[in-house]
């Protein structure tokens, strides 16, 4: 199995639905992280967490949402979901701050 | 945050060592230098990083330049699954360690 698991791994979706997509890991790891990556971009920061009570933002947070439910589960949502927000999203966690970070295998997004 | 340079692409043949340069001229003394690679849209996975000596494992060697200016990610024996995208990123120095994530160098490994 997946240290990292991001479900689905693909989705298809429309302008103005809500969506999540979900991210549950093994480690252990307190920090969390979730980043989208445009086509021949690299990665954006979109929210990030230290522990279930600790949400923060990243570069690009407008227009997501997070809950972190447990130290294993991270899920990012878009609550009205449109066509720029197409991108590959990629979930990640670390022990501390200069550790390795463990990436999912990404959700590949499309808004129509 | 410490911005790094890192040439677009670079080509390699297979079984020879493959040598990646970043320059990371602005880096603080106490930021580390992080190696990672994205094959194919995966997910990026973690190479190597370093604060101020030579670095090595089992995937690659990590040159440090006395100055920590700049850097040289060293493959020893490349192979075609070696092909990706190689991201040389500076810790900033914040306290959540988020990765900044540049354009990368793509690798291309040739028969």
């Known amino acids: 199995d997946a240290d990292v698991t991001q479900t689905p791994r693909n989705r298809i979706t429309k302008t103005g639905k809500r969506i999540m997509l979900e991210c549950s890991q093994t480690?252990?790891?307190?920090?969390m992280y979730w980043y989208r990556q445009d086509p021949g971009l690299g990665l954006q920061l979109i929210y990030y967490s230290f522990d279930v009570k600790d949400i923060n933002k990243g570069e690009i947070s407008d227009g997501y949402s997070v809950s972190r439910q447990a130290q294993a589960k991270f899920s990012l949502s878009l609550e009205s979901a449109i066509p720029n927000q197409t991108a590959l999203y990629f979930c990640?966690?670390?022990?501390?701050?200069?550790?390795?970070?463990?990436f999912g295998q990404g959700t590949r997004l499309t808004v129509v | 945050d410490a911005k790094t340079t890192q040439p677009p692409s670079m080509d390699c043949a297979e079984g020879r060592a493959a040598n990646l340069p970043c320059n990371h001229s602005t880096i603080s003394g106490n930021e580390y230098v992080y190696w990672y690679r994205q094959i194919h849209s995966q997910g990026p996975q973690y190479i190597i990083h370093?604060?101020?000596n030579n670095e090595t494992n089992e995937m690659a060697s990590l040159i440090i330049t006395e100055d920590r200016k700049s850097s040289t990610l060293i493959l020893p024996h490349a192979t075609l699954r070696d092909t990706a995208v190689y991201y040389c990123i500076v810790r900033p120095g914040t306290s959540y360690g988020k990765l900044t994530f540049g354009q990368g160098t793509i690798l291309t490994v040739h028969p």
């Open positions: 370093g604060l101020k």
């Open positions: 480690k252990g790891h307190d920090r």
């Open positions: 990640a966690t670390r022990a501390g701050r200069d550790t390795e970070a463990f």
